[in-house]
């Protein structure tokens, strides 16, 4: 079993372009309130995209990934529909030494780790896999929560593991362990390829539509 950091990338981890301090969000962190131009193309916070069959055989293949945020310092998104089927939520609790959680009333008899327990865990990207960050329905908010927009938020702190526990955490999230990273330019250049389709972000395809399915649900938001 891993050790599992519920923790944003440092600073100077390579393309990641949000600020982080600590084991939070930095709360002077911005992301743009409108739409950028990066000199190539609109920016994608916000957007999801979608794998097309030039990415098959990479880590991305079939990927639906949600763009957190997306400037000229790079972009950053976590995917959103692949499960990790060899790790718990109860692996995460103890891989950040947390066990005392599962022993002082957060534990099996308390009634939110019932709900807590059947979390499925996501590969959020290639990027620091053992890291932490919980993608999340937008009226949820911690100190640091990055409000990508009324709908979605991204949080990646340590008591938001205790509070999913508790049954005290978003009413929809999507609990990531690393993310997709693109440095300056990177993205921007991949999308004059052939590899990601661009499709709008929703609640139900993100949160609601089984893991299994919202590959074919993002896709058919784009009529294919």
Not at 23 to 32: A, K, N, Q
Request: aromatic fraction near 8%; hydrophobic fraction near 40%.
């Amino acid at each position: 079993m891993g050790t599992y950091l519920f923790c944003c990338p440092s600073p100077l981890a390579p393309a990641c372009p949000t600020p982080y301090h600590g084991d939070m969000i930095h709360p002077r962190s911005t992301l743009p309130k409108e739409p950028l131009h990066t000199g190539i193309l609109t920016s994608l916070k916000g957007q999801l995209l979608v794998a097309t069959a030039d990415l098959n055989g990479s880590v991305f293949e079939r990927a639906v990934i949600y763009v957190v945020s997306h400037d000229t310092n790079g972009a950053m998104g976590v995917v959103v529909n692949k499960p990790i089927p060899k790790i718990t939520f109860a692996d995460v609790v103890r891989g950040m030494n947390s066990d005392d959680m599962l022993h002082e009333g957060i534990g099996i008899t308390h009634p939110g780790w019932h709900v807590a327990r059947q979390l499925l865990i996501m590969k959020g990207g290639p990027v620091d896999g053992n890291r932490g960050v919980v993608l999340h329905s937008g009226e949820y908010k911690l100190p640091g929560t990055v409000e990508v927009n009324s709908e979605f938020g991204l949080t990646a702190r340590a008591e938001l593991v205790t509070y999913i526990a508790k049954g005290q955490g978003p009413r929809k999230l999507n609990f990531c362990l690393g993310y997709a990273g693109w440095g300056p330019g990177q993205l921007d250049d991949e999308m004059h390829g052939q590899g990601w389709l661009v499709a709008p972000a929703d609640r139900t395809v993100v949160f609601d539509t089984p893991v299994d399915e919202r590959y074919t649900a993002a896709t058919r938001k784009l009529g294919l």
